[in-house]
């Protein structure tokens, strides 16, 4: 492994994520194999995206430690949305580099909130094959990396921006691809 998971969370996820059945012939498992609730202790911390083209990345599922992070649901709403003006391609391409040539990505991002706080995370994600339909599946583990309890949390405090600090690509059998942030 030539990446660090520094969340205990992440690293079941990744655990659970490398050790799942996949088809005969098949470098990744399938959607419908991917039961979140075998290991219950990551479900409010997991994100399912469904790539629609290069422009929607749909956030199909998010769970509720997230929504209390970002001060909202943000299930069905366009992730690049939430990406910074001047980096949403790049945003975009790493989804599609994941699904494309499979491989994971490990990234540490800021999060920037309405109130002025910023939150900083590691997000582990891997590509799932959707056996339900023809768009990409990504999921995620977002941790925070450093958590800070703020017991007067500003009142509708919501996520602003997303910032990355650093990714790295994480080889799933066929190499990485050059990926430039």
């Given amino acids: 492994m030539l990446f660090e998971i520094r969340n205990p969370r992440n690293q079941l996820f ?3 994520w490398r050790n799942l059945p996949r088809a005969e012939g098949e470098l990744l498992p399938r959607k419908s194999i991917f039961l979140p609730e075998d290991i219950p202790s990551i479900l409010p911390n997991i994100i399912i995206y469904e790539l629609l083209d290069k422009d929607q990345i749909m956030i199909r599922l998010q769970g509720t430690a997230i929504n209390q992070r970002f001060g909202q649901d943000m299930t069905g709403g366009n992730y690049l949305d939430y990406v910074e003006p001047d980096r949403r391609e790049k ?3 790493a989804f599609w580099l994941m699904a494309e040539q499979p491989c994971g990505i490990i990234a ?3 999060h920037a909130l309405s109130s002025g706080r910023s939150i900083t995370v590691e997000s582990i994600g891997f ?3 959707n056996d339900y339909g023809p768009n990409p599946i990504i999921i995620y583990q977002s941790n925070e990396i450093e ?3 703020w017991r007067d949390r500003p009142e509708n405090e919501k996520l602003k921006l997303i910032f990355v600090q650093e990714r790295h ?3 799933l059998g066929t190499g990485t691809p050059r990926f430039i942030d």
Avoid: F, N
């Fill in 108 to 110: 540490i991002l800021d």
């Fill in 127 to 129: 590509p799932l094959i």
């Fill in 91 to 93: 945003a975009a391409s």
């Fill in 147 to 149: 958590r800070e309890e």
């Fill in 14 to 16: 990744y655990d659970y």
């Fill in 169 to 171: 690509l994480i080889d």
